[in-house]
């Protein structure tokens, strides 16, 4: 299961949970290219609830679709993932270090005050 739910002008907030599977994913990604078309320097909120691994088609879709997913997440500044898995969270983290210009930080599922201190930082 999944929602997508454009919060403000330049933010997403994504709801994740159980298992996606090939319809589900894709259903997903063309959820997210659709709301964020003219997103930029935004903010990206993911909460990943009782997470289960994809489904090899799933993950199938995502690798046929990396081009416009690296389109997708330049549109933005900030990325909080909280998930209830403390081995996600650390994955999360290695894959936002690997994108240039995107601050990505994982938070527990309770941590949410801190998840949208991190996105909107005081200036």
Request: glycine share 4%.
């Amino acid at each position: 299961m999944f929602q997508v739910t454009r919060t403000a002008e330049v933010r997403l907030d994504v709801e994740l949970s159980g298992k996606l599977d090939k319809a589900a994913m894709k259903d997903l990604l063309d959820e997210l290219m659709a709301k964020s078309v003219d997103i930029q320097q935004g903010v990206l909120l993911m909460r990943i609830d009782k997470f289960d691994f994809p489904s090899l088609g799933a993950i199938g879709v995502e690798l046929s679709r990396m081009p416009s997913l690296f389109r997708f997440i330049r549109r933005f500044d900030r990325v909080a993932v909280m998930v209830d898995k403390a081995w996600v969270r650390k994955l999360s983290e290695i894959e936002g270090a690997l994108i240039p210009g995107l601050e990505l930080k994982a938070f527990e599922l309770t941590q949410a005050a801190e998840a949208e201190a991190f996105l909107h930082p005081a200036f």
